[in-house]
């Protein structure tokens, strides 16, 4: 199994900062990679796909990079709206295997 | 607009069977790439990938769970039933159901909002 972790555990920001968030792959996982939020009582929201690129209707403050096992989440100018956990998770597509990672909470400063 | 519902009991004894039923709209699960996967959430914890199914049928389980997950579908009814024997307190989590489509490199692009079962005597 791939198993994928996060760091720091958690992150304090204060709005308007820049914030990275790493995610680490214990074998390739190509560009195989997406990252979620979730905030409390909420289902996770798709943020990034294929490591890069932007779900629909995510903010452009948002990007993703790295392939293989590499992999950063960058929010550029923190919103209130975005304090809230953060998982990453490979998805090998063939045979189907999914794995996420431990999170990264990002909370106010 | 594409949904996801999932439905079931919140609470289950130890040893009983659970059956979560996940209804969806807005797409088909027969248009070819389409696939559903129910993941779950134990209070405080990260997510954990349970199972898979596909457009063609194709099945997919957590290794470590693969005696005790089923996963269905119902094409006519829109809606995919996970089951898992043999329940424990230790499986208490909120229970996802999340689409994988194609043009998101099948990653779960849409999420029902959840459904929290507890296991206890």
């Known amino acids: 199994e791939i198993v994928m972790t996060q760091s720091p555990a958690t992150l304090s920001v204060s709005p308007g900062e820049r914030a990275t968030l790493s995610c680490r792959a214990s074998?390739?996982?190509?560009?195989?990679l997406a990252w979620y939020q979730q905030k409390p009582g909420q289902a996770p929201r798709l943020l990034i796909y294929?490591?890069?690129t932007r779900a629909t209707g995510i903010p452009a403050r948002f990007s993703g990079s790295g392939s293989g096992t590499e992999f950063t989440l960058t929010i550029s100018s923190l919103q209130s709206e975005d304090f809230a956990v953060y998982f990453c998770?490979?998805?090998?597509?063939?045979?189907?295997?999914?794995?996420f990672g431990p999170g990264t909470k990002v909370d106010i400063k | 607009q594409v949904t996801l519902r999932e439905s079931g009991p919140a609470l289950v004894k130890p040893t009983q069977t659970l059956t979560l039923a996940c209804t969806f709209s807005g797409f088909s699960l027969s248009t070819r790439g389409m696939c559903v996967s129910w993941v779950r959430q134990p209070p405080g914890k990260a997510l954990e990938w349970l199972a898979f199914i596909d457009w063609d049928d194709d099945k997919y389980y957590r290794a470590s769970l693969k005696t005790r997950l089923t996963i269905s579908k119902d094409t006519s009814k829109n809606q995919v039933v996970l089951t898992m024997t043999n329940m424990d307190p230790v499986d208490t989590a909120t229970y996802y159901c999340?689409?994988?489509?194609?043009?998101?490199?099948?990653?779960?692009?849409?999420w029902g909002q959840g459904a929290m079962v507890t296991v206890s005597s």
């Open positions: 999340a689409r994988m489509a194609p043009d998101t490199a099948h990653a779960f692009d849409i």
């Open positions: 074998q390739s996982v190509s560009s195989n």
């Open positions: 294929g490591a890069s």
């Open positions: 998770q490979q998805y090998k597509n063939w045979p189907p295997l999914f794995t």
